[in-house]
């Protein structure tokens, strides 16, 4: 250290220690490996994001074309006298076949443990899966697909409520306030205020039509599905494709009874036969569907709810704005503030609504355990 004395300069001994500067030549083999480890750890983390934005990609992708093959099917006409197709059953039944294969293909492809599901849970999953589907679907019957995915993006609503009544879970005051925003949201876009044009209204001009009801039902077997397979997942460990597999086989056994009891599986095949160019449509159906649950389960399984909650969530708003520019689904002012609404409420929701903090240990607990 320099100090000036009587304007002359003296060398005063430092207290610091110096500072050692190793080489590349003099780092001891506990350095090189913690620099190599380091290396690795940045290569998986590369990794792991482009399989995150892949995982995206491949849920908008196949979403986006879900749900314009499902508009094109339920809302085309067939035919000089421009019938209808109204075999939702049946289009479920072969999209649920699509799935079990696919799922089937993926189990034989990789490694995993046994499955010790009871079948029980199965049986209860899938029926209440199956009923979701085909109230979703045969809500299309009497809304457009932007109303129908706005509906179903309230989910949140049937998991709080089923979990609060059934289960005695707890959750932030936060999902309250947003499971409001989400409700206001879905209240102000389906208000008949007397200013939509027919595209949006619902069949008897009242709050609650048909088609609003079915969303409700479809919405709330949402959440008796999400329930059991809680339960699947902390009983049995199920892995995403067993469950994905099973769901699907016990839906196709349902909907077999019910569309040979019904006759509903000979119209449908009558109808098929006189008009065979829907059969690429609905195959391309069932396939967009198969993939995209794939997308979501490879999520959920490496990165976990909260990051596919994102992705699911905006899938669903560009979801919206795509069959408006494709089908002429024009909005009214009033309804885009519902819009609003709703994904403001599904986006705190994805933030601030997961989780509890824990007032002895101050670390972050799941509300719903």
């Not at 589907?133 to 993006?153: E, I």
């Not at 795509?322 to 519902?338: D, E, M, T």
Request: positive net charge.
């Amino acid at each position: 250290m320099l100090v000036m004395t009587e304007n002359l300069p003296v060398i005063v001994p430092s207290s610091n220690p110096p500072v050692a500067i190793k080489s590349t030549t003099s780092l001891s083999k506990a350095d090189l490996e913690e620099i190599s480890a380091n290396g690795t750890m940045m290569g998986l983390a590369l990794a792991r994001r482009a399989k995150l934005i892949g995982c995206a990609l491949g849920i908008f992708v196949c979403y986006f074309y879900f749900g314009i093959l499902q508009e094109t099917i339920n809302r085309g006409s067939y035919g000089d006298k421009n019938e209808k197709f109204t075999y939702t059953q049946s289009l479920v039944f072969v999209q649920c076949i699509i799935n079990a294969i696919f799922a089937k293909l993926v189990l034989l492809t990789i490694t995993c443990d046994r499955d010790t599901t009871k079948v029980v849970y199965y049986m209860g999953c899938s029926a209440s899966y199956m009923v979701a589907m085909l109230a979703s679907n045969q809500a299309l019957q009497h809304l457009n697909y932007p109303t129908q995915v706005l509906g179903k993006s309230c989910k949140p609503i049937p998991v709080l409520i089923l979990g609060v009544i059934l289960s005695g879970k707890r959750y932030a005051l936060a999902k309250y306030f947003n499971v409001l925003l989400i409700t206001l949201g879905v209240a102000t876009f389906m208000y008949n205020n007397g200013k939509r044009g027919g595209t949006w209204e619902n069949e008897g001009g009242s709050f609650l039509g048909i088609g609003e009801l079915l969303l409700v039902l479809s919405l709330t077997m949402d959440g008796v599905t999400g329930a059991i397979q809680e339960k699947m997942k902390t009983f049995h460990k199920t892995h995403s494709h067993h469950m994905m597999f099973h769901m699907n086989l016990w839906s196709i056994f349902y909907l077999a009874i019910s569309v040979v009891i019904s006759g509903e599986i000979f119209k449908f095949i009558d109808f098929v036969f006189r008009f065979p160019s829907i059969i690429p449509n609905m195959l391309l159906f069932g396939c967009a569907s198969a993939l995209g649950q794939n997308f979501i389960f490879i999520t959920v399984s490496n990165f976990g709810p909260l990051p596919c909650s994102i992705i699911t969530t905006t899938r669903k708003f560009f979801t919206i704005l795509l069959s408006v520019v494709l089908f002429s689904n024009a909005l009214a002012n009033l309804q885009w503030v519902g819009v609003g609404l709703v994904f403001l409420g599904l986006g705190l929701d994805v933030k601030f609504g997961k989780s509890l903090p824990d007032a002895k240990s101050g670390k972050s607990i799941d509300p719903s355990k």
